[in-house]
């Protein structure tokens, strides 16, 4: 488990959670130098690809109630709230899933970062906010979730389908930073999931990413089991809204090598051996 994690998860352990107004320990919707989880601009060096594509309806990848019919590879793919009677029936919610250039690795600090376009509402750390779940995979077959932490008990201003959430009181849900602001996370604290250890998935090769909306009335979970709030029902296509190209979509921080830079390591790697034998 990475520091980052245990840190949140110490914290929670002997914070006594306030009443809605109350400030958490996580980042702010536009706060880039938090310790945790800083939001990450759009325009940020640390991003040195971007995911390229969405896979297509029909195969399993995609799928949007009361959202988006279609995919768009220039617009907003919006991921649809389930209603209530969805919810009681226990309809999946609405997800997409993502695909890269070369793909993502477990590299130094975070490793990518998930855009949407929520924007400030609301005192303290408010947010119009729509929430998705985030799911990584090397074989597009087996994902591994983030585990996520959502602790707010009411919103911080209006009510209803347009309110703001305090999203200092949430950790490792996209969504949870305004727009131009990526919500960064960490493929470290994946390392004891069992898909990772039995070896489905590869965390210096992740190739999909999977976002999940969440449709945030309180039926649907944190890790840690508590009630995720966000704006529910919103108005037109609703749920969790993604735009793929470089800048608002999912942008990656550590790169997958590509076989060429593989070898000339390998390369390397034998060269300074041989000299070390040669020296002997």
Same mark, same amino acid.
């Given at each position: 488990?990475?520091?980052? /994690?245990?840190?949140? +998860?110490?914290?929670?352990?002997?914070?006594?959670?306030?009443?809605?107004?109350?400030?958490?320990? #996580?980042?702010?919707?536009?706060?880039?130098?938090?310790?945790?989880?800083?939001?990450?601009?759009?325009?940020?060096?640390?991003?040195?690809?971007?995911?390229?594509?969405?896979?297509? +309806? =029909?195969?399993?990848?995609?799928?949007?109630?009361?959202?988006?019919?279609?995919?768009? /590879?220039?617009?907003?793919?919006?991921?649809?709230? +389930?209603?209530?009677?969805?919810?009681?029936?226990?309809?999946?919610?609405? #997800?997409?899933?993502?695909?890269?250039?070369?793909?993502?690795? &477990?590299?130094?600090?975070?490793?990518?970062?998930? @855009?949407?376009?929520?924007?400030?509402?609301?005192?303290?750390?408010?947010?119009?906010?729509? @929430?998705?779940?985030?799911? !990584?995979?090397?074989? $597009?077959? &087996?994902? !591994?979730? @983030?585990?996520?932490?959502?602790?707010?008990?009411?919103?911080?201003? =209006?009510?209803?389908?347009?309110?703001?959430?305090?999203?200092?009181?949430?950790?490792?849900?996209?969504?949870?930073?305004?727009?131009?602001?990526?919500?960064? @996370?960490?493929?470290?604290?994946?390392?004891?999931?069992?898909?990772?250890?039995?070896?489905?998935?590869?965390?210096?090769?992740?190739? #999909? !990413?999977? *976002?999940?909306?969440?449709? $945030?009335?309180?039926?649907? *979970?944190?890790?840690?089991?508590?009630? %995720? +709030? &966000?704006?529910?029902?919103?108005? $037109?296509?609703?749920?969790?809204?993604?735009?793929?190209?470089?800048?608002?979509?999912?942008?990656?921080?550590?790169? !997958?090598?590509?076989?060429?830079?593989?070898?000339?390591?390998?390369?390397? =790697?034998?060269? %300074?051996?041989?000299?070390?034998?040669? =020296?002997?």
């Amino acid at each position: 488990m990475c520091y980052r /994690l245990s840190l949140a +998860l110490v914290g929670l352990s002997f914070m006594a959670w306030g009443p809605p107004g109350y400030a958490g320990m #996580y980042s702010g919707p536009t706060d880039t130098s938090h310790a945790i989880d800083p939001a990450i601009p759009s325009n940020s060096p640390l991003f040195v690809e971007w995911a390229n594509n969405i896979l297509p +309806l =029909g195969e399993g990848t995609y799928f949007a109630p009361r959202g988006s019919t279609s995919i768009s /590879l220039t617009g907003y793919n919006s991921l649809g709230d +389930l209603d209530a009677t969805q919810i009681a029936n226990g309809d999946s919610p609405g #997800y997409l899933t993502v695909t890269f250039p070369t793909g993502i690795r &477990d590299g130094a600090g975070h490793d990518f970062a998930v @855009f949407e376009n929520g924007f400030t509402y609301g005192s303290p750390n408010g947010l119009f906010a729509e @929430f998705a779940y985030v799911e !990584v995979s090397s074989n $597009g077959v &087996d994902f !591994v979730r @983030f585990d996520s932490i959502s602790t707010n008990t009411a919103p911080v201003a =209006g009510s209803g389908a347009f309110a703001g959430y305090d999203v200092s009181n949430v950790y490792n849900l996209a969504g949870k930073h305004a727009s131009g602001y990526g919500t960064p @996370f960490d493929l470290a604290e994946l390392v004891d999931k069992e898909l990772v250890l039995n070896g489905l998935v590869d965390l210096d090769n992740i190739q #999909y !990413v999977r *976002l999940m909306d969440i449709p $945030g009335n309180g039926s649907f *979970l944190d890790s840690q089991g508590n009630p %995720i +709030l &966000d704006n529910w029902m919103t108005t $037109g296509t609703g749920g969790f809204d993604f735009r793929l190209p470089a800048g608002q979509g999912v942008g990656v921080m550590n790169v !997958v090598p590509e076989p060429v830079t593989l070898a000339l390591l390998a390369l390397g =790697g034998a060269s %300074i051996v041989a000299r070390r034998r040669r =020296g002997a």
